[in-house]
């Protein structure tokens, strides 16, 4: 494997996994201060994906099979992530012309998180605030690009060497 895609992996695995952890973290302390337990929003959402939502039954049961199920889907759907959002930085390091590009497809991905975070509320009938997971999205989204700004320091200094003329005279 060339020393590009290992750099590549290396970095989404790590921002793949500071993602996850801190969407478990934040959705952890939400629903500790909901008065609800500790693993409320991750049991609600496995039973949503996997089946065994049911919004008659009152409360949400906590179950180790949806807790486990549901994190499992969430580290591998964080992990592809953050592999993908290390490529594009990497490749826009190395074609600061597709900055854009790579600033659309990020600015899309946090667009259907937040649309399946207020349809995931919609669809649980109120048993999920929307807004956990939003929040926890939005903390992820910044923790992720933090580790990846402190392993590429000279993107930004490339974005601005090789940006448009017409917008540094502006």
């Given at each position: 494997m060339s020393?590009?895609?290992s750099r590549v992996f290396f970095e989404g695995l790590v921002a793949g996994l500071i993602g996850y952890v801190t969407v478990a973290v934040v959705l952890g302390i939400v629903d500790l201060a909901t008065g609800r337990s500790l693993f409320y929003t991750v049991a609600t959402l496995g039973q949503a994906v996997f089946g065994g939502f049911d919004p008659a039954a009152g409360e949400v049961a906590v179950t180790p099979g949806h807790v486990f199920a549901y994190n499992g889907l969430h580290v591998l759907v964080f992990v592809g992530f953050g592999i993908l959002v290390a490529w594009l930085v990497v490749e826009t390091e190395l074609h600061p012309v597709i900055w854009y590009v790579a600033f659309?497809?990020?600015l899309g991905a946090f667009f259907l998180a937040t649309l399946f975070?207020?349809?995931a509320g919609v669809a649980l009938e109120g048993a999920l605030p929307?807004?956990?997971v939003l929040l926890a999205n939005v903390a992820a989204a910044l923790?992720?690009?933090t580790y990846l700004h402190r392993a590429h320091p000279r993107l930004l200094r490339t974005l601005r060497?090789?940006?448009?003329?017409e917008l540094e005279r502006g």
């Open positions: 020393e590009i895609r659309m497809l990020l975070a207020a349809g929307w807004w956990s923790a992720m690009g060497e090789h940006g448009d003329p």
